[in-house]
């Protein structure tokens, strides 16, 4: 055999015990690694209530802003979903241009009348609407609870603002309120 083809030999073998061995490789599949997303903070959305009222005689406007306050501390759902807390603005204008009630609600202002309930905790302040004049005062509904726009977990409040300024607050105990483990028990 000559120096050529034993070269040209031994290329052939290596090329095919290479093929060979190719072929005996498996692919080892390695399934990507998961990132874990940490879930956002949610907040309601920003609302703008504007109201006109007549109350002996006079005129009053009433602006009514809620937007959520990112310096607040943390609320939350009943699944854990971690909320911005809100605050809310209420101005009760009146006809000469002046402010009968100009001030800033906050969960806080409300924690005498939630008790131990969790939601003083967790809950945050949803909402204060105008409701109606009653007994010669402006009468508002306010409510904290869950701020997960599908629930019903809330405690009912009311403020009372007088035409001299002096403002209310009380448990609003005449406000339809479902009791859910009841209606469980009962089997509604």
Not at 29 to 57: C, D, F, R, W
Not at 89 to 116: C, I, M, P, Q
Not at 134 to 147: E, R, T
Request: aromatic letters at 6%.
């Amino acid at each position: 055999m000559t120096k050529k083809t034993a070269i040209i030999l031994s290329i052939s073998c290596l090329l095919a015990i290479s093929c060979k061995e190719k072929q005996e490789q498996k692919d080892i599949i390695v399934p990507a690694p998961v990132v874990k997303q940490e879930k956002k903070t949610m907040e309601m959305s920003e609302t703008h209530q504007e109201y006109t009222e007549s109350l002996n005689g006079k005129k009053y406007s009433i602006d009514i802003i809620r937007s959520a306050d990112h310096s607040l501390p943390l609320t939350s759902d009943e699944m854990g979903n971690a909320y911005y807390d809100n605050i809310i603005t209420v101005r009760v204008h009146r006809e000469d241009g002046s402010d009968l009630l100009n001030k800033t609600f906050r969960k806080s202002d409300f924690a005498e009348y939630l008790g131990n309930n969790e939601l003083r905790k967790t809950g945050a302040l949803l909402g204060i609407v105008y409701d109606k004049i009653d007994n010669g005062k402006l009468s508002f509904a306010a409510s904290v609870g869950s701020p997960d726009p599908n629930s019903d977990e809330y405690i009912p409040l009311t403020l009372t603002l007088s035409t001299s300024g002096a403002l209310y607050i009380a448990i609003d105990n005449k406000a339809d309120i479902v009791d859910i483990e009841e209606e469980e028990d009962e089997g509604v």
